[in-house]
């Protein structure tokens, strides 16, 4: 082959490869042509085809949309933008700004164990780090006295006294008596039981319930509003009723305190030469209807075409100098927006005089191009009493029970379901405290020791070894000492005493008579019950000091032996800093240590941080900050951790609704429904914008999936 011909052979496949690059870049172009096309095409068709069926909250939130407070709500809490976090600080206490209930940041202190200390109350009320301090403000040598006594029963300020006051009665006798603080109080004996029950603390004891997570509590009023507010919450705040237990009235609910009405401002829209007439005012292009109580209406009831009737007319026009009557559709319905003492409104839809057709054909309106809004402004009213208890009261002596109000919420109140979640549980934490003060714990009329309609009554309540606390309740201990233990002991007959009494053994060291066990005040728990023999010679004898007491029969023989021969004996009696008598001991130092033993010296853990911040000041006892495990919400705010009192003012912090920032903004848009034709049925399909549309366009056209 020659050079030449080569050469125009390449020039020819050149040509031909180049002509093919090009028409296929061509036919790129048109097939993208067409598909816009044709997506532009199916784009119109739905449009045209489309009807709004309602409207839908934009809210946007950190660059980010969401459709409606609920979707919002769920991305704050998915991204954990607001903490709970757990402190030892009492709230109460830190508050630092109440508008807002925002807490002060320096005296929220942790929960570690590892970093509290005991703090000790002293006599004056202050409270210190170092125990010895403490004691010795209730104890010191100023407060010892001596006193002589020929019997151990009665003690004076000199010997002469004694001797004057001496009557000798004599004989062993023992019996039982529960050691307190080294205090002495006989099982049998009432005037020692008294003197034992007032050092108990008042209370109140629940039976076993809602309010309690069906357990037994047992607490003062403090402990009580803490445990149950918190055992409480769900069962009030949730929806759907707890069922009560046998005899409490324990099932009350949200539902049960609440009265509401949504005020639904809706807005009708339409397109060039569109008139709605609202109770006879003409209104070009748009109407606003205002606060609508009744929650049939809505948007998407006004723009409904067949909830409206229609009827033909003709209507008077002027044409240069001819008079001509052109037709016109009137589409009217009547509603009652369901506030007090109104008429009935009247909607007219129709075209206006420009929009008519000239040929006297009947114009439809197309109610798919109509267009409108719902904006709602509902109220809650709170109330501490049911409604149902309210009834018979007239407006003024009702509203003595309103203790909140909650309006301008921008959501349709159908029923109390349709409240959010976070708006239930503020209006719990309103409710409970006045619940608590006006029922839960309201005993008017009802005797000491009885029961309310609320599970609960007054108690008396005590620790183990009979010291202060709320772990046992006294009422409860005798009911099961009466039903369940003094039973048995009458099982354990062993014979009768010199006076010719039922005996019946309570231990391998003590039988007691009928009437002992009739009598015996039964403690709950671990109990220091101790056999003390007294040389009076009589048995279950009242010696709340000891003094007439010993712990074995040798040493109560000595005793008696020293009062028949009327030895003189010497004690130091100390008292304490308000002079009372408290013990005794045989020189200064005893009496002073034991003293120091007596004393129920009050303490508590206290984070370091906060004896930190006393800088050795005299701060007191009650003030303590640092006293429990409560729990508090924190969330971001220009950067920093701010903390809230609960989780509703958090949430309003973090979403702007606090001193009227600006950090989510919303807006209303209409939501269109498509219905497309498959075989004998439709499928439905939504959207709200254009790139929905689009998205909408290409999964029709099977662009998309």
């Known amino acids: 082959m020659s050079i030449s011909m080569m050469k125009t052979l390449l020039s020819i496949n050149f040509a031909l490869s180049a002509g093919a690059s090009t028409a296929v870049m061509a036919l790129d172009q048109i097939v993208e042509e067409d598909h816009e096309y044709e997506v532009e095409s199916m784009k119109n068709l739905i449009k045209s085809q489309s009807k709004v069926v309602s409207t839908d909250h934009i809210f946007n939130f950190e660059d980010k949309e969401f459709h409606g407070r609920e979707e919002l709500d769920k991305y704050i809490v998915e991204h954990g933008l607001i903490e709970e976090y757990m402190t030892s600080s009492n709230l109460s206490y830190i508050i630092k700004d109440h508008q807002n209930n925002i807490l002060d940041k320096d005296k929220i202190y942790g929960t570690d164990f590892d970093d509290f200390e005991l703090a000790y109350r002293d006599a004056f009320g202050n409270a210190l780090t170092s125990r010895s301090k403490a004691l010795n403000s209730y104890t010191n040598k100023g407060l010892i006295r001596q006193k002589y006594s020929y019997d151990y029963q009665g003690w004076y300020d000199s010997p002469a006294e004694a001797k004057d006051n001496f009557v000798y009665s004599g004989g062993l006798e023992k019996s039982l008596y529960y050691q307190v603080d080294q205090r002495y109080y006989n099982l049998f004996n009432s005037t020692d039981q008294e003197e034992l029950k007032s050092t108990f603390l008042d209370g109140y004891n629940f039976k076993a319930s809602n309010f309690t997570k069906k357990d037994k509590l047992y607490g003062d009023n403090q402990k009580i509003e803490r445990q149950v507010y918190n055992n409480y919450r769900d069962t009030w705040t949730k929806f759907e009723k707890t069922p009560s237990t046998a005899g409490i009235e324990d099932n009350l609910n949200y539902k049960d305190y609440i009265e509401y009405s949504s005020g639904n401002t809706v807005k009708l829209y339409g397109p060039n030469g569109v008139i709605f007439n609202l109770n006879g005012k003409e209104n070009w292009g748009g109407v606003e209807i205002p606060e609508i109580y009744n929650s049939d209406y809505n948007a998407r009831y006004f723009l409904n075409r067949w909830n409206y009737g229609a009827y033909k007319t003709k209507v008077p026009l002027k044409e240069g100098s001819k008079k001509v009557r052109r037709c016109r559709i009137v589409y009217y319905l009547s509603f009652y927006t369901g506030k007090e003492n109104e008429k009935w409104n009247y909607l007219q839809i129709y075209l ?265 000041r005299p701060i007191s006892f009650e003030n303590i900050i640092s006293d429990g495990v409560y729990i508090t919400y924190k969330t971001l705010i220009n950067d920093e951790f701010v903390y809230f009192l609960n989780h509703h003012d958090a949430y309003n912090a973090l979403t702007g609704e606090m001193n009227g920032q600006t950090v989510v903004t919303n807006k209303t848009v209409n939501v269109y429904l498509y219905s497309e034709k498959q075989g004998n049925g439709y499928v439905e399909h939504t959207y709200t914008n254009e790139f929905e549309l689009e998205m909408l366009a290409n999964k029709l056209l099977g662009y998309a999936h």
Request: negative net charge.
């Open 352 to 616: 206006d005089r420009n929009h008519l057709d000239k040929n006297n054909n009947y114009i439809e309106i197309d109610f798919n191009k109509l267009w409108g809004s719902d904006n709602y402004g509902s109220i809650i009213n709170l109330y501490s009493r049911k409604l149902k208890e309210l009834e018979e009261l007239d407006e003024k002596n009702k509203n003595q029970y309103l203790i909140s109000t909650y309006s301008g919420l921008d959501y349709n109140i159908s029923t109390a379901k349709d409240i959010p979640t976070q708006d239930v549980q503020a209006m719990y934490a309103t409710w409970f405290p006045y619940f608590v003060k006006d029922e839960l714990l309201n005993f008017n009329k009802i005797p000491y020791g009885e029961y309310n309609k609320y599970g609960v009554k007054r108690d008396q309540l005590y620790d183990i070894n009979g010291r202060k606390g709320y772990e046992y309740s006294l009422s409860d201990g005798l009911e099961y000492y009466h039903n369940t233990i003094k039973p048995d002991l009458y099982k354990n007959y062993v014979g009768t005493d010199q006076h010719g009494n039922d005996l019946y053994r309570i231990n391998n060291n003590f039988d007691a008579t009928a009437e002992e066990l009739e009598n015996y005040m039964y403690l709950a728990g671990k109990q220091d019950i101790r056999l003390m023999y007294t040389f009076t010679g009589e048995r279950n004898y009242s010696s709340i000091d000891g003094l007439a007491l010993a712990p074995t029969q040798a040493e109560a023989q000595e005793k008696l032996f020293q009062i028949e021969r009327s030895i003189l004996s010497k004690k130091y009696f100390a008292y304490d800093v308000y002079g009372n008598y408290e013990v005794s001991g045989n020189n200064e130092d005893e009496a002073i240590r034991k003293l120091q033993q007596k004393v129920d010296l009050q303490a508590k853990y206290v984070h370091k941080d906060e004896v930190k911040s006393w800088n050795n």
